[in-house]
């Protein structure tokens, strides 16, 4: 079983970054493919970003050239920095931990944290 908690949320404005964390208890990250997904108000949760335990990291097409994914295998955490954020990316991002190929497809992931509200105000 393995414990996912988001933290590094908030309200920014428009423009400036933010580094989203994904803490990891029950087992180690650094064999799992960790994925970011996000859920806007009315919409589907969908695909940000993930890394896998080789390192290779994807993204989607509206977060490509602004985002910045990395692993702290010591504090067995993963980290999602967005920067030039836009209002667009106003959501509750969640981490999830999944096996190597889960990639974009969220339903290859097995675990999931309860996500953190990022605001971002024009």
């Known amino acids: 079983q393995v414990l996912l908690v988001e933290s590094g949320g908030g309200l920014v404005q428009a423009g400036t970054s933010l580094r989203l964390s994904c803490a990891a208890s029950?087992?180690?990250?650094?064999?799992?493919?960790v994925g970011w997904f996000r859920r806007a108000p009315g919409k589907e949760r969908e695909f940000v970003a993930c890394i896998r335990g080789s390192g290779d990291t994807f993204a989607s097409d509206s977060m490509k050239g602004r985002f910045t994914l990395s692993r702290d295998n010591a504090k067995n955490t993963v980290y999602l920095q967005v920067n030039s954020l836009k209002p667009d990316d106003t959501a509750v991002y969640y981490c999830?931990?999944?096996?190597?190929?889960?990639?974009?497809?969220?339903?290859?992931?097995?675990?999931w944290g309860q996500g953190t509200q990022v605001t971002v105000s024009s």
């Open positions: 999830a931990a999944g096996p190597y190929y889960a990639r974009d497809y969220k339903g290859r992931y097995d675990y």
């Open positions: 029950g087992r180690a990250l650094n064999k799992h493919t």
